[in-house]
């Protein structure tokens, strides 16, 4: 399976909650990523939340076709942002060569490591030649070396830097920029994470 039922379940409830007290502003390497686009780039978001990113996006000039596999984030992005976003799940990505950039911030890392590689591929079949996307992952360190649930009961893939690297390799992206730093998560637990920036190989 390459999407956890409960980890979807969390979102729905959650909602409301994301929307009244989550950050109010976009993600720290999201213009960093948009700089590297060409005006009017297609974006793809996955992940959405509650439009953050999505609405600077849209601020920026870009074509935004913003996603997320839960209803009620969805939802309430639309309300709050007005961005058009629209349900997907990972594993709902067919669209081939559409898409200049690919971004998705702290949602992959919600996938199960054995379904990872299937939806990098999906991510670069959506991409066009030369095609950019971003992602970002909660690390495994020694108390937490294998996936498991967070304290918030959503499953979290917790790879180490190089099994990941390997994965994008073997799906035909090569790397631009890798951000190691530490944040804490909306469960409250603060972990090393691996932002990586990477092109489709041609």
């Known amino acids: 399976m390459s999407f956890d039922a409960q980890t979807i379940a969390y979102y ?3 909602a409301p909650r994301y929307t009244a007290s989550t950050a109010q502003d976009r993600h720290r390497h999201l213009d960093t990523f948009l700089d590297r686009l ?4 297609q974006v793809l978001e ?3 939340g509650v ?5 600077h996006i849209v601020r920026r000039g870009f074509a935004l076709d913003a996603t997320d596999g839960t209803e009620a984030m969805v939802r309430k992005s639309n309300q709050r942002f007005g961005i058009g976003a629209r349900m997907m799940r990972f594993d709902q990505l067919d669209a081939v060569e559409k898409y200049d950039a690919v971004w998705a911030h702290a949602s992959l890392l919600h996938v199960p490591r054995a379904a990872l ?3 990098l591929a999906r ?3 959506a991409l066009k030649s030369g095609g950019l996307h971003f992602a970002n992952y909660k690390l495994a360190d020694e108390c937490h ?3 498991a649930r967070d304290p918030s009961g959503r499953w979290t893939n917790l790879p180490t830097a190089a099994w990941l690297q390997e994965r994008y390799a073997a799906a035909g992206f090569s790397l631009l920029d890798a951000d190691r730093y530490t944040g804490k998560g909306s469960d409250g637990v603060r972990r090393e994470w691996l932002a ?4 489709k190989a041609d």
């Open 145 to 147: 070396p294998d996936e």
């Open 12 to 14: 729905q409830a959650a």
């Open 51 to 55: 439009g953050l990113d999505a609405a």
């Open 123 to 125: 991510i670069h079949a």
């Open 117 to 119: 590689p299937a939806i």
């Open 38 to 41: 060409a005006p009017g780039a």
């Open 196 to 199: 990586l920036t990477l092109r």
């Open 46 to 48: 996955l992940g959405c």
